[in-house]
């Protein structure tokens, strides 16, 4: 920004060469910002001087070739999916794997970002090579230990947030899980149920199509991104706050160690296999391999039909005639039931 003076300036219908330097500076150093949120950051961290309105700092930014016509994918529709409108933060954090780019050096990046619902607070934008597991757990280690838990964690079905299985577990949410976060999955081929991740997506797409040099510079662009998002972007949903205006940490302090699942005394612990599988009624019923090690749970309900779960998560209906997991809604009518053996 130009070292200007700060005194009110009385300018009529004129605009004052002072202010219009202000709004192309504040254009400069936020490129991909409309003229509704340059006017608002002035209005905030310059609040004395008469900012005009977005439209005639539009025309300026026009008259300076600051205005490039963006043509960007629209969502059709916008919402939270099939669940109530997050009040608070830390009700409901959202992630996902924007799609993969190149740095300039060829690098494959496989951006992860992960956002706070109500707030649009950006808790992390990483620049990870992968979508694997083991690229994504340390992030959100970091992200638990520095922030606290969310309540719950909606993903869409792709990994390292869900498998094609029928429990549709992986290692990384089969962590969430023993840490009590409730998980929420949007439905196959509807991302508007995560539309705010998906408008963020759209925000981040510049840095996508003009990459960095190498994995390291691309790290260091996405946190100096994320840092520009959360303090001085405004964002018109919160009345054009910021979103480090709305968020603050969760009072659920990550564990040093998680709990073990506490189940009813008539449930029916198994403990899984090493490939996945429970022993039922003499066979095996396979369930998931990233539960190896864990004790799961089969409670009978009143008709008859054995529900699997772990903590407090279901996993689905133990069909006892083909000895198989199934989802709930492809579960067989068992109006007899079979007891479970020892």
Avoid at 263 to 275: F, G, I, K, M, T
Avoid at 286 to 307: C, H, R
Wanted: hydrophobic share 35%.
């Amino acid at each position: 920004m130009h070292d200007l003076p700060r005194a009110p300036l009385n300018h009529g219908r004129a605009t004052a060469q002072d202010l219009v330097e202000r709004i192309v500076a504040a254009k400069e150093l936020h490129p991909l910002w409309g003229p509704k949120k340059i006017v608002a950051r002035l209005r905030r961290t310059a609040p004395e001087f008469m900012w005009h309105s977005a439209s005639t700092v539009g025309a300026i930014l026009a008259r300076h070739g600051l205005v490039r016509a963006r043509k960007r994918p629209r969502l059709r529709a916008c919402g939270n999916g099939p669940w109530p409108q997050p009040q608070e933060p830390n009700a409901v954090w959202t992630g996902d794997h924007k799609g993969w780019f190149r740095t300039r050096d060829g690098w494959r990046c496989e951006p992860l970002t992960v956002m706070d619902a109500s707030s649009r607070y950006l808790l992390a934008l990483e620049a990870t090579g992968s979508t694997a597991d083991s690229e994504a757990w340390p992030v959100f280690e970091r992200l638990f230990e520095e922030h606290g838990l969310p309540d719950r964690f909606r993903s869409d079905n792709g990994p390292p947030f869900a498998s094609a299985g029928v429990t549709g577990l992986t290692p990384l949410v089969v962590r969430f899980i023993k840490l009590g976060i409730t998980l929420e999955r949007i439905a196959p081929g509807r991302p508007q149920q995560n539309g705010r991740h998906e408008r963020f997506h759209l925000t981040m797409l510049p840095m996508a199509e003009a990459p960095e040099a190498d994995r390291t510079a691309q790290g260091q662009a996405f946190e100096t991104f994320r840092h520009s998002y959360n303090e001085e972007r405004p964002h018109e949903a919160l009345g054009m706050d910021t979103p480090a205006q709305h968020y603050r940490s969760s009072q659920r302090a990550m564990p040093r160690t998680p709990p073990e699942p506490v189940y009813p005394a008539e449930a029916s612990v198994r403990r899984v296999r090493h490939n996945g599988e429970i022993r039922w009624n003499g066979g095996f019923i396979y369930v998931s391999q990233a539960l190896a090690g864990e004790p799961v749970a089969a409670l009978e309900t009143e008709d008859g039909q054995w529900t699997l779960s772990f903590h407090a998560h279901p996993l689905g209906i133990i069909d006892t005639r083909h000895m198989k997991l199934v989802r709930r809604s492809a579960a067989p009518t068992n109006p007899l039931g079979a007891a479970a053996d020892a």
